[in-house]
């Protein structure tokens, strides 16, 4: 979310999508209700769930792989 490309979100119904252009990265946010698999495999996203609360989306991801780089938003 913070490197300088472009994305796109789609919403529908039962998933929240995120679109990448830079490596053409696709992220899935279900909001169907389902809960996380237990024999989730970490990957770059890991597996997310989300749910709405009012306007906004409150997303839970699990099994992300050790790389994965988390980057604070007020990070200069």
């Known amino acids: ?6 994305f796109e979100i789609v919403q529908r119904p039962d998933t929240v999508y995120i679109l990448f ?3 053409s ?3 899935r946010i279900y909001t169907d ?3 996380h698999p237990d024999d989730v ?5 890991g597996h997310s769930t989300g ?3 009012g306007n906004t989306l409150v997303v839970d991801t699990m ?4 790389e994965t780089g988390l980057i604070p938003s007020n990070t200069p």
Do not use: F, I, S
Not at 1 to 6: A, D, E, L, S
Not at 63 to 66: I, N, S, V, W, Y
């Open 1 to 6: 979310m913070v490197m300088p490309y472009p």
């Open 25 to 27: 990265g696709v992220r």
């Open 51 to 53: 749910n709405w609360q």
């Open 41 to 45: 495999v970490p990957t770059w996203m």
């Open 63 to 66: 099994a992300l792989r050790p």
């Open 21 to 23: 252009e830079y490596n």
């Open 33 to 35: 209700g389902r809960k």
